[in-house]
């Protein structure tokens, strides 16, 4: 419990809560370290996102998890809490890297909006245009009517991996496959629904899209998302996961009754499950510090040019998803209504770990949580809820 305070006393907290987090600053000038009042805003900032993990630590059953804020004035937080090892106990750190799952989809979308840019991809053309020389590309549901953009926005009526691919990853997780296998997973499939008529999420979408980006630029997908975004951006903490060996990756538990039949998701130092075959479809291992702050670039149109913003921002209705009910999928971007405003986001699985990045533009705040738990029963309530409660927090709301 916390102890009661006089009016006074809660209007100066107030104030000074406010005065921390007004004025935005720009995006090229950083809280100066040796500023008091700067240091002090950001002490606060992160007390408040500490305490807000830790009670829902508290309620919940995962070990342990970092969450990260981005403000508008270029400032960030960084907490963790818990464990990121749990026979070990050892603690989890402001550092520690988890599988991101499904928010890699994001870094995809923008390599492909650069290339839109660049005129070297169409939004509208079809996607045959580009990958139909393939000779498994015939046997696509829909391939003759799918574009890039039902490709992005998840409207193209593609299913999800095949179920032989699928049981081959259960009997043999560390088998090394590539996204082209799961692709060629659902050759021959009926389609969900005729291309462009209705929303239908699967990571097959998206290893098209690597794939296409792959043909148009001649190099790997993930060599020019570091050579066109996470290098010039900064964004030093989020790194491919193309190998079952990634430093600084935390231990995952995926929970004793999962699909794939273990808890602990790595064993000496290697993941059990090997990661090369999601490519597109998520892809890459991060810190939640860079996490929030690549969702507020992405989203403001920081990534590529800010001319497609509108096409990205459009999105197409898509019912319940991590971000919320009544949610939107944009190009690569999740879309909701919240107390504060629209949000922009995504989540992401992949056994063992479980993310969820928010921003919030009206209020100029981006968080991210990133749990090391996919077990069922792991949280108390929805990820979206707890960074809901953070960015209320973190902006004296």
């Known amino acids: 419990m916390r102890p009661n305070l006089t009016r006074l006393s809660r209007a100066c907290i ?26 002090h805003g950001q002490a606060g900032r992160r ?18 998890a970092v969450a990260g804020a981005w403000f508008s004035d270029g400032s960030s937080v960084v907490v963790a809490v818990g464990l ?12 520690s890297l988890l599988h991101a799952g499904s928010v890699g989809k994001t870094l995809f979308a923008a390599l492909v909006l650069q290339l839109v840019a660049e005129n070297r ?25 799918i574009t890039v953009r039902m490709l992005l926005n998840h409207t193209s009526g593609i299913p999800e991996y095949g179920s032989d691919f699928m049981m081959g990853l ?11 296998d799961g692709v060629k997973s659902v050759a021959g499939a009926k389609p969900l629904f005729a291309a462009g008529t209705a929303f239908g999420y699967t990571d097959v979408n ?52 999962n699909f794939m039949g273990f808890d602990a998701v790595m064993r000496n130092g290697s993941l059990i499950l090997d990661p090369s075959f999601e490519g597109g479809g998520g892809g890459f291992i991060t810190n939640a510090g860079d996490l929030a702050h690549w969702m507020a670039l992405f989203t403001e149109g ?18 319940q998803l991590d971000v919320g009910k009544d949610a939107q999928s944009g190009l690569g971007v999740e879309i909701v209504q919240t107390p504060l405003g629209v949000a922009y986001g995504h989540g992401g699985f992949f056994p063992g770990y479980v993310s969820l990045v928010l921003y919030y533009p009206d209020r100029g705040i981006s968080v991210a949580i990133q749990v090391n738990s996919s077990a069922g029963d792991a949280f108390a309530r929805p990820l979206r809820d707890v960074l809901l409660e953070a960015a209320q927090a973190l902006t004296c709301s």
């Not at 987090?21 to 720009?26: C, D, E, K, N, Q």
């Not at 007390?47 to 342990?64: C, E, H, T």
């Open 14 to 39: 107030t104030l000074a809560c406010c005065l921390a987090t007004a004025a935005p600053r720009s995006s090229a000038q950083p809280v100066d370290a040796a500023d008091p009042l700067a240091v």
């Open 47 to 64: 007390a408040k996102l500490r305490d807000v993990i830790d009670r829902f630590r508290a309620d919940s059953k995962f070990p342990g």
């Open 84 to 95: 990121a090892d749990r026979e070990r106990r050892t603690p989890m750190r402001e550092t």
């Open 121 to 145: 991809v169409r939004l509208d053309e079809k996607v045959s245009h580009y990958l139909g020389r393939e000779p498994w590309y015939n046997g696509m549901p829909n391939g003759a009517d």
């Open 170 to 180: 259960i009997k043999e997780p560390g088998r090394r496959r590539l996204p082209v």
């Open 302 to 319: 920081k990534a590529f040019t800010r001319t497609l913003l509108p096409d990205v921002r459009k999105g197409v209705p898509a019912g």
């Open 206 to 257: 998206f290893q098209l899209l690597q794939l296409m980006a792959e043909r148009v630029t001649g190099r790997s997908a993930y060599s020019e998302i570091r050579r066109r975004m996470l290098q010039p951006l900064g964004l030093k903490h989020i790194v491919p996961a193309d190998s079952k060996t990634v430093t600084g990756l935390v231990q995952g538990y995926a929970g004793k009754d």
